[in-house]
């Protein structure tokens, strides 16, 4: 994910893996909708569209009063209402891999391998830090087969970016320490091509009995994952060798002999045998920091690890890298001060944070004894739906808020207060000016490095029959983005998309100043009031800048144009 | 089209081309919403919306009091409310050949060029022709470079397809008659990437001025068509020869001054030239057969031809390739009587001939002067909008309805009086049983060679309460189906689709009879009573048979299970 944002932006990047080859079955595979818009962000919806099995629905079951479980309560598995995309797709990662793989193979990069790191070093000369032109980053590598087996390598980086996972070696060697508990908690799981009467084996399950809780998620091509939580005294013991699981221990029958007791009076088999299967000890932390002097950063397990419940972990290791590729990119293009990297810990860290707190309690939920006649004091369905309801915008990931900081900036909020500045810009529907073609607003915010300013120009737009104020805001705007675009060139750094309050039936997309259409794609009719309606923008209009993510950065009315060069010269360079 | 309908139906096809390489640029580029619905069928809508432009648009420019044109009128560009793609795609024929060629590639078929035939016989011997097993059709095809430059070979065919174009050498050789008139029309085309401030430069536009008519269509790629009518002494004059317009008498410049003209007062230039032109005069017609012998067929413009202006050229002709290959296959595998083959031409040709009928009445009003304060008796926009709007149905494709034959029987037509047998059936909202996932009907229902049943339980379903009803349903079904399927096995010849009336909350999938879900996926819930307020059909339920180009084929009774029977075995063999 990192390696493609990076190389997508035309960054010179290398990668190295120790994995002699890439993953080919099970690991991770839920992506939660804000993902889905993410890559759609990176071209790469389509393909996760066509290749993933989709999960609409979330069921519950729980002990019946015959024994064994029954269903209890179907709901929609996403409750975000902005999601564009309101279900979660489930692929294996190794189907999602080759979606970066390919990309990036045809922007000339591949991942090395095996190779592994063998020593880094930062320098510790404030000049050489604090200029991106210096590599002050020493790493050494070695090859650890083929020709050239053994052969070390030294690189000099700008910046290295450690995605190695949960016992990275890139956050031990900097000795950045982990912050939390490793908690009892052991899972197993299985992939498995189901032999099922179940009849919620396609739907993403929380199964809760009196044998023990597991989940079911439905993969592609009809396989499903089983998560079975085993503390507790359910099912085989479990050792483990320094705090990590020891898997010549047990195997997956067993696993799938403690799923079958959790299913009764369901049955279920696999059908060719086990797919993948693992068992592990999760620990629920946070990294103390993420990078080392805005250097070197970790992503994803390497600076966060906890359950799978939530069915967080790759989205949110994917949502690090989004957030940090554009940042590097705007550095080493000279758009942006050194400065605007710890935003990335900023607000990174905080939604790691955030993240553990609701797992530890949808944890605690999931692995208590559920509600029975017996057990009056266990868990009941209303809780748990409650919780997973509640946390439905964190756990899809479009109500990821990041707090203010010099690109999250509050200052006219008034000018569009149903907009959360910080959060995702959701979905608008809007109509082509000059085809009349439907779009929403997120399909016109690639991740191409650019910032996007929206000029929504309210009832001066009206039908164009008022086009000389258009004319003052586009005199405006093009001087403000000059002073900040590096050689005068407002196209590089800025992309310009123009929101009318006009009909199809009468528009001039051309009678519009140049600088609001760039392109004759660049200009768009709200023909249902959803600029009011969704986002609060009255008839005075507003600028809105959305990040190189995605992410609102600030608003403005249109008569106050001086606040985005205040914005943007916060970390800019030019 | 047809060959590549026809791989894909695992069939032993070659196919030739005289054409040393494929269509670059230019030719045909309108797909109408029915034809983008075909290429989903055949897996091939995905990428023909990547790649295409969308019209969403019709725009009508007329004479303006101050001289030159103004706009009158924007409308809907597609007026059929039941199209699932409520818009045409343009892209240029190679874009599209392309698609084919790919997909018969990844089936192990290509063009094989530049080959012409130089002889065809078809074998009078009743007993040949009446037996798919005989081959009697001998073409001797002759290479015309390459290696082999000038060498002969001899094809002995089950079947032939004269897919080559208005002066089709199929059809001379076999002496079919072209029926109708080479009328005056000359058309002028020029695909340019246009500079202008014209405001509907990315709308279908029609501009019906006093200096002549011409059509814009927008492209792929910011590029546009301008179709320019010539006859009635506007523009150059136009010199032929047999018939056909010497193209070295004009060139694309003076179209473009006759285009710039009618545009007054926008203005209309090329970026970079003329990517492609050409200029033609016209016959509206059609030819007296179809095929001959039911061995040798033709499609496309080898049997239809009439004006642009209706943008169905490529559109009928891939219908024609869509109606024949699943017919052919039939045959071939042993499930149709030859007697199939009739009902294309059946179909095709009245379809052809209703074309025709249309265009002549729309090129007459096109050609027609405006209705101007001087001009009463020119032609008002009202009366284009009206023609326009009226044949939306047919000139999208949408409301092709196929007559009264052995594949097409309305006999029970009561049971969905709002389904037109005849018709492709329209778009139905289902949501899958199994895991929430909302389908159209039309994601249902690929073009794979297989009859489509359709089994909606109606009331018996709901809820799943009452599933004894759908096991006498399902053994019906399955005795009358094994008797037509060759070696009984009905999923070779049949998919059968169920759709309950219940909701996603409560239904048990596999509570259903087997038959009746012979994958998780093949079983639906009807949330919206879509299938009695858009089919008509009550809560007795109803069989529905989608032929495998789509149309709707038959409707009976849930107790009437003895009509499939009736309907299969008019034209089964087994």
Redesign the interface.
């Known amino acids: 994910m990192a390696c493609n944002a990076l190389a997508k932006a035309g960054v010179n990047v290398r990668i190295i893996d120790q994995r002699p080859a890439k993953v080919a079955a099970g690991q991770a595979d839920g992506i939660q909708p804000r993902t889905i818009e993410i890559f759609q962000s990176y071209g790469l919806g389509?393909r996760l569209l066509?290749e993933g099995?989709?999960?609409?629905?979330a069921a519950f079951y729980n002990p019946s009063a015959q024994g064994g479980v029954e269903l209890t309560d179907?709901v929609p598995d996403v409750t975000a209402t902005s999601a564009k995309f309101p279900?979660e797709v489930t692929l294996h990662q190794g189907a999602i891999e080759d979606m970066f793989l390919d990309s990036m193979k045809s922007l000339g990069v591949e991942v090395e391998r095996p190779i592994v790191p063998v020593s880094i070093q930062v320098s510790e000369d404030e000049e050489e830090l604090g200029n991106p032109k210096f590599r002050p980053v020493k790493v050494t590598l070695r090859r650890l087969s083929g020709p050239n087996t053994g052969l070390s390598e030294v690189v000099y980086a700008r910046f290295v970016i450690g995605a190695d996972g949960a016992h990275s070696w890139v956050r031990k060697n900097l000795n950045v320490a982990m912050e939390g508990e490793q908690t009892d908690h052991v899972w197993g799981v299985i992939d498995i091509l189901p032999d099922s009467?179940f009849?919620d084996?396609?739907?993403k399950t929380v199964v809760h009995s009196n044998n023990g809780s597991c989940m079911v998620i439905?993969r592609e091509n009809?396989k499903v994952r089983v998560y079975i939580q085993l503390e507790d005294g359910q099912g085989p013991s479990v050792a483990t060798t320094n705090g990590r699981v020891d898997k010549t221990k047990i195997g997956p029958e067993q696993l799938l002999a403690v799923a079958q007791r959790i299913f009764h009076p369901y049955s279920l088999s696999a059908v060719n045998g086990f797919e993948w299967w693992t068992i592990y000890k999760i620990g629920q932390r946070v990294a103390s920091q993420f990078s080392v002097k805005d250097r070197v950063f970790i992503v994803g397990d390497a600076c966060h690890t906890h359950s799978p419940k939530a069915g967080q972990g790759m989205n949110a290791s994917m949502g690090d890298s989004h957030n940090l590729a554009w940042k590097i990119t705007a550095v080493l293009r000279g758009w942006a001060n050194m400065s605007l990297l710890r935003t990335y810990e900023f607000e990174r860290r905080k939604y790691a944070q955030d993240l553990i707190a609701f797992d530890r309690k949808f944890a605690k939920l999931f692995s208590g004894k559920p509600r029975t006649e017996e057990n009056h004091d266990g868990v009941s369905h209303e809780e748990l739906l409650q919780i997973f309801q509640t946390f439905g915008g964190f756990t899809s990931g479009i109500g990821i808020r990041y707090g203010t900081s010099s690109i999250t900036d509050t200052k006219y909020h008034s000018t569009a207060p149903k907009l959360a500045i910080g959060e995702r810009i959701p979905p608008l529907a809007l109509v082509r000016a000059?085809?009349?073609?439907?779009f929403d607003i997120l399909d016109l915010l690639p991740a191409d490095s650019r910032f996007k300013v929206l000029v929504f120009l309210g009832r001066e737009s009206c039908d164009g029959q008022q086009i000389s104020r258009a004319e003052e805001v586009a005199v405006g705007l093009e001087e403000t983005l000059r002073t900040v675009a590096p050689n005068k060139d407002i196209f590089a750094l800025f992309d310009i998309v123009t929101v009318l309050s006009a009909s199809?039936?009468?528009v001039?997309?051309?009678?519009f100043p140049a600088l609001l259409r760039s392109h004759?794609s660049k200009i768009f009719v709200d023909e249902t009031g959803g600029a009011r309606n969704v986002f609060g923008i009255e008839g005075s209009g507003a600028f809105v800048v959305v990040r190189p993510d995605g992410y609102v950065g600030t608003v403005a009315p249109l008569e106050s144009v001086t606040h985005l060069a205040d914005y943007f010269t916060a970390f800019n360079r030019c």
Chains 1, 2 share one sequence.
Do not use: C, G, L, V
């Open positions: 389509e066509r099995n989709q999960m609409h629905t179907r279900f009467d009849p084996i396609r739907n439905p009809d000059a085809d009349s073609r439907p199809r039936k009468t001039r997309y051309n009678a004759w």
